[in-house]
């Protein structure tokens, strides 16, 4: 039985008294999306024309992919355990996960991008049933993109409707946190995202379980 209305309820009560970490990292994404973009532009408006733009967005293809792994190493850890999140965890997860990251974002875009020529909500549907890639990595290291979405995949089997109405119920505190100039969302992505990451979990365990994947399964 997927319970957003629990995920979302143990989010809160794991990050009582250790927000300050997550938020952090919230905050240091925030400014170096900032920053590319002020590049973006800045080079789009010199004298160099287009001729670096392109090494600005591989540059943040590669820093959401990393990023990606750094959010869901983290609130993973909030997620299973009682230890406050450390400046180490974030230099752990960019040293481990970064490749994987990057390799898993351009995985994804690709297929999103290929089921978006059919149509859009097809690429919706999609979007949620490669929903778990990154958690799936973070848990195991070294599994690899193509794995990882496979298993995502079956994970989310029956509850990409789930997911998606998950997503909406985030939706409000989204708009107050866009009327506060964005400062909001400082709090719910750590909010939300450590939510997934308690779906991730009962998904992962719901899936095994049920048969439809074993411990072996998320290995190498």
Avoid at 95 to 106: D, F, R, S
Avoid at 139 to 145: K, S, T
Avoid at 190 to 218: C, M, Q, V, W
Wanted: hydrophobic letters at 55%; a positive charge; glycine letters at 8%.
């Amino acid at each position: 039985m997927f319970d957003r209305a629990m995920y979302k309820a143990q989010a809160l009560d794991q990050l009582k008294n250790r927000w300050l970490a997550p938020c952090l990292v919230v905050v240091s994404i925030i400014a170096v999306s900032i920053g590319f973009g002020r590049i973006y532009k800045f080079l789009s408006v010199a004298n160099f024309g287009g001729r670096f733009n392109w090494l600005v967005f591989a540059l943040n293809v590669c820093f959401s992919g990393i990023s990606g792994m750094v959010l869901s190493y983290v609130h993973l850890k909030l997620s299973r355990t009682t230890e406050p999140v450390k400046s180490d965890d974030v230099f752990v997860a960019i040293g481990e996960y970064a490749l994987e990251g990057i390799l898993g974002v351009l995985w994804c875009w690709l297929w999103l991008f290929l089921w978006s020529l059919l149509f859009f909500i097809p690429a919706i549907v999609k979007f949620y049933a490669y929903s778990q890639m990154f958690f799936v990595m973070v848990e195991n290291p070294g599994i690899g993109p193509m794995k990882a979405m496979n298993i995502s995949k079956v994970m989310t089997n029956g509850h990409k409707a789930d997911l998606f109405v998950m997503s909406l119920s985030f939706l409000g505190w989204a708009f107050l946190s866009s009327l506060a100039f964005g400062i909001g969302y400082i709090w719910l992505v750590p909010y939300s995202t450590t939510a997934f990451a308690n779906a991730y979990t009962a998904l992962k365990i719901e899936a095994i379980n049920s048969g439809r994947l074993t411990p072996a399964d998320f290995s190498k």
